[in-house]
């Protein structure tokens, strides 16, 4: 079985009370470009993570709105901000580390919501049991190349409504060499 | 088989002629630190790395001189400089890309040696042969945990003199959660 690649890079998910804080009271996200996962979408938004030890600029912020605030960042984005956050689940944010989120009309200090992704397919339960996943919840894939080699542990994440990908964070893909659109095998 | 993880960070070798260039006509690098392999150091000499797009400063030179001047950085680098440098072995520098170094004392601009260094393993060949890998040239290493698998394409580099141990680029270790030091195994 193949899945394509998408690779997340550093980005920001704003609830909208906080969108208000970091944006002012009337912003609205604006679609500068669709991802492949339905209804989700690239702002032309951008704001700084901060933490004691250093900051990140211009991080895009994803749309739309959600019921939750989450920073999601690579390992190396985290050794740079000094700070060494839990690999989480979208949404799964007890626990996770506390950060500055700095926009253009305010500044945010939230508790929790700092995490790193983990390595996970997006699928409909229908895909998940056509595909032949159905009492499967973590599969292993091989990386082919010159930096080839298997990652364990990736979640096949079931949504009602799903782009059939696997998403990989920017150190995942930059130590196996794997660019967006890469087709890799499930093993 | 097991084998201990020592990670390397960016950094430049350089022959004697460019040292001066960068340093001044009398400079000698200074012991900092050994570093596991025998007879090599990490300096407190740094110079910056620039590329056409971008630069990476405060890059640490690794001693002591060597006949060929080369840089070897992450994946994660070369997207920031804008270059896409070979997976090659140190020394290999044929068709390696070009790339300008500044130090305090002058600039130097390389026609080649900019590289993304393979994964390897130092051993002597006594010890290749004692533990197993008489007619074997490359490995793959098993790596534990939440963000384990396997990697593929390890060499084992034979020298005269070797500390045995496993040296990952940050791309990897990060992608891993690998830290130095970690004990992992010959697969």
Chains 1, 2 share one sequence.
Not at 12 to 30: N, T
Not at 125 to 149: C, L, R, T
Request: net charge negative; glycine share 8%.
């Amino acid at each position: 079985m193949k899945v394509t690649v998408g690779i997340s890079n550093r980005h920001v998910h704003l609830k909208e009370e906080d969108l208000k804080v970091l944006f002012g009271e009337d912003y609205e996200l604006e679609v500068v470009r669709p991802i492949n996962q339905p209804g989700q979408f690239a702002s032309n938004s951008f704001v700084t993570i901060k933490t004691e030890k250093s900051e990140l600029e211009h991080v895009r912020v994803l749309g739309p709105v959600r019921p939750y605030t989450q920073v999601e960042i690579s390992m190396t984005d985290a050794y740079k901000l000094g700070v060494r956050p839990p690999i989480r689940d979208s949404g799964d944010l007890e626990g996770s580390l506390p950060v500055t989120l700095i926009g253009p009309k305010g500044e945010l200090h939230l508790k929790e919501g700092l995490i790193l992704a983990d390595r996970h397919i997006h699928m409909t339960q229908k895909q998940k049991e056509m595909y032949g996943f159905k009492d499967v919840d973590f599969v292993s894939v091989a990386i082919p190349g010159e930096k080839g080699g298997i990652i364990n542990n990736v979640r096949l994440k079931v949504t009602e409504k799903a782009y059939y990908e696997l998403h990989l964070d920017t150190d995942d893909a930059n130590a196996h060499m794997l660019h967006d659109g890469d087709i890799v095998e499930i093993i």
